[in-house]
């Protein structure tokens, strides 16, 4: 498989880019005996970040000579696109949408802050039904990250998130008006958006969102589509180079889920 910023080696398939290009590479090798190497030239880089690659190409490149293939899962949507790190549906796909028509790669990072400045102001969310694992639930939603990895925008979103427990990490990010969506943005940033009355957090094998205007979505920080959409965690899907210090990733060639999945507790929504 080939893609920009990706190209083949042996039996891995190496992405240099940002997480987008990951995303494309990442296309090519889902349930395929082909690893996934990550050198990262992108601006956040936040799958780097997670898993500890080096920032710095020449390092990372370096250490895809020594690291281990490991498995982690990726999420699946109903429109048939893998994601490595997370969905974002609403607020967050909107800000990509904008950013996009603002010239993106010619502003880079100031594309997504101007956007996201202007789109705080006007952007209300709708009214949506929610599916987890086909527990039906209405709410309004401003943004709803369906999570694979902890970071989101280089923050934690939830620190039980982990890439190989077969399970999404949902957050909901509900309410409407101004004071409402700035207290969601204060306690993001102050690591406390968990705490707050208007978030929930749950987690779910299979995600579906029916809302009453069409609600944006973006996957690895590409947009994808608008609302209705499902999303599917595809267990051990991922054949990739992980550092040997890296905290995540099912043993190459062996599939168990272990007791996290198994375990793990979907509080009923309130």
């Given at each position: 498989?080939?893609?920009?910023?990706?190209?083949?080696?042996?039996?891995?398939?190496?992405?240099?880019g940002g997480d987008g290009t990951v995303n494309e590479v990442l296309q090519g090798v889902v349930h395929t005996g082909t690893a996934l190497g990550v050198?990262?030239?992108?601006?956040?880089?936040?799958?780097?970040?997670?898993?500890?690659?080096?920032?710095?190409?020449?390092?990372?490149?370096?250490?895809?000579?020594?690291?281990?293939?490991?498995?982690?899962?990726?999420?699946?949507?109903?429109?048939?696109?893998?994601?490595?790190?997370?969905?974002?549906?609403?607020?967050?796909?909107?800000?990509?949408?904008?950013?996009?028509?603002?010239?993106?790669r010619q502003l880079g990072i100031l594309a997504y802050i101007a956007a996201a400045v202007r789109t705080f102001f006007w952007f209300e969310g709708t009214r949506a039904?929610?599916?987890?694992?086909?527990?039906?639930?209405?709410?309004?939603?401003?943004?709803?990250?369906?999570?694979?990895?902890?970071?989101?925008?280089?923050?934690?979103?939830?620190?039980?998130?982990?890439?190989?427990?077969?399970?999404?990490?949902?957050?909901?990010?509900?309410?409407?008006?101004?004071?409402?969506?700035?207290?969601?943005?204060?306690?993001?940033?102050?690591?406390?958006?968990?705490?707050?009355?208007?978030?929930?957090?749950?987690?779910?094998?299979?995600?579906?969102?029916?809302?009453?205007?069409?609600?944006?979505?973006?996957?690895?920080?590409?947009?994808?589509?608008?609302?209705?959409?499902?999303?599917?965690?595809?267990?051990?899907?991922?054949?990739?180079?992980?550092?040997?210090?890296?905290?995540?990733?099912?043993?190459?060639?062996?599939?168990?889920?272990?007791?996290?999945?198994?375990?793990?507790?979907?509080?009923?929504?309130?």
């Open positions: 498989m080939v893609s920009q910023g990706g190209f083949l080696t042996g039996f891995a398939a190496i992405a240099g050198i990262p030239l992108g601006t956040a880089n936040v799958f780097a970040r997670e898993v500890g690659i080096p920032l710095d190409p020449l390092r990372a490149a370096e250490l895809l000579t020594r690291a281990e293939v490991r498995r982690l899962d990726v999420g699946l949507t109903s429109t048939g696109r893998y994601f490595l790190l997370w969905s974002g549906i609403g607020f967050d796909a909107e800000v990509t949408k904008q950013a996009e028509l603002r010239f993106k039904q929610v599916a987890l694992d086909g527990r039906k639930f209405r709410r309004r939603v401003l943004l709803m990250v369906v999570a694979n990895t902890r970071l989101y925008a280089l923050f934690p979103l939830s620190a039980q998130t982990r890439p190989d427990d077969g399970l999404f990490d949902v957050v909901l990010f509900g309410g409407r008006g101004f004071l409402t969506k700035l207290r969601h943005v204060l306690g993001f940033f102050a690591g406390k958006h968990l705490q707050l009355p208007k978030v929930l957090r749950f987690t779910a094998r299979t995600v579906s969102v029916f809302s009453s205007r069409p609600l944006p979505v973006q996957v690895d920080g590409e947009l994808i589509g608008t609302t209705p959409m499902s999303f599917y965690i595809q267990p051990a899907a991922l054949r990739i180079l992980l550092p040997p210090t890296a905290p995540y990733g099912y043993p190459d060639g062996r599939l168990n889920l272990g007791a996290r999945a198994s375990a793990a507790h979907d509080p009923s929504p309130p």
